[in-house]
C-alpha cells in the first residue's frame, strides 16, 4: 500500500506571535516549528495501512525552506520512509492553490493508492489544500475523515466524515485524497531507534519555478482582548436575574 503525505512546516503552537511591523505577516525571528499537528494523523494512517496490508512504501511531501527538513526527519522517526522537499525560501509568498500545483506537479510521476493531508494546517487554517489537489490530480476526494476503512483489494475505501449536525458515511473509489481529522487515530510517538534511522532516511530536494501567489493579505491583527471574567456572588433568584442582564446586555450571547 504506497501511501504519500502531505505535510506543512508550522510554527509551534507554544509560540508567542509577532506580526510584522508593516502588518502583513508574521515576525519569523525566534520561533520554534513543527509539524502541521493534523498531519500527524494523516501519517499515523497511512503507516496503519502499509502495516495491515504488509507492504508498501510511506512518502512525506512538502513546499517549504531548507529548515522543512527537520520537520521531514521527525515524520521518519515516527516511520516514514522517504520524503521530498519541493524547496521554497519564500513561502510567505504562496497561497494554498500556489502549493496545491507544486505538491499536483512533483506527485504525477509517483506511484500512489491514495494521498494523505491534514484537514487544515494551524497556521492559517486554510483548509483549502487537499481539496485543490485532488481537483488538479483529478481524483475523488473525501474531507475531514475520522474513520477509514480500506476494502482488501486496495481499490475502494469506506470514510466516515464529520459535516454540520452530524456523521456522513461515504463509499470512495482509490485512489483518492483524504485530508485527516483530529480522531482518525492515535499519532504513535517517535522511538530513540526511530529517530537513529531517521537520519539516514533520503529526502528528494527539488528546485521548481513556484508561481505567486493569486491572493494576498492585505493586513494582519490581533483580536480584541477579552475583558476579564465576573464572578457573581449571591444564592437566590436575584443573581440569577443579574447572570441574565449580564449575557443579554453586557456579554450580547442571548
Request: proline share 5%.
Amino acid at each position: 500500500m504506497n501511501s504519500i503525505v502531505c505535510t506543512k512546516q508550522v510554527p509551534d503552537t507554544e509560540s508567542t506571535i509577532r506580526i510584522k511591523s508593516e502588518g502583513t505577516g508574521i515576525a519569523e525571528e525566534g520561533l520554534q516549528y513543527i509539524a502541521n499537528p493534523y498531519d500527524e494523523y494523516a501519517l499515523e494512517e497511512a503507516l496503519g495501512l502499509r502495516e495491515k496490508f504488509g507492504e508498501g512504501k510511506v512518502t512525506v511531501i512538502t513546499v517549504g525552506p531548507q529548515r522543512a527538513e527537520e520537520t521531514m526527519r521527525y515524520l521518519f522517526a515516527m516511520g516514514a520512509d522517504e520524503g521530498v522537499l519541493i524547496r521554497d525560501d519564500e513561502p510567505q509568498k504562496r497561497d494554498p492553490f500556489v502549493i496545491a500545483q507544486c505538491l499536483a506537479e512533483a506527485i504525477k510521476g509517483m506511484e500512489y493508492d491514495v494521498i494523505f493531508c491534514g484537514k487544515q494546517a494551524v497556521d492559517d487554517d486554510s483548509a483549502q489544500v487537499g481539496a485543490m489537489l485532488a481537483e488538479l490530480l483529478d481524483i475523488p476526494q473525501a474531507t475531514v475523515v475520522t474513520k477509514l476503512e480500506v476494502a482488501d483489494g486496495k481499490k475502494s475505501a469506506v470514510a466516515h466524515r464529520e459535516i454540520e449536525g452530524g456523521l456522513e458515511i461515504i463509499e470512495i473509489q482509490l485512489p483518492a485524497v483524504i485530508t485527516a481529522q483530529k480522531g482518525l487515530n492515535e499519532p504513535r510517538l517517535t522511538s530513540l531507534l526511530g529517530i537513529k534511522r531517521a537520519m539516514s532516511k533520503p529526502i528528494d530536494i527539488r528546485e521548481m519555478n513556484i508561481a505567486e501567489a493569486k491572493t494576498k493579505v492585505i493586513s494582519l491583527e490581533r483580536p480584541e482582548e477579552r475583558p476579564p471574567g465576573r464572578i457573581l456572588e449571591g444564592e437566590d433568584a436575584g443573581v440569577v436575574g443579574e447572570l441574565v442582564d449580564a449575557l443579554r446586555n453586557e456579554a450580547k450571547i442571548i
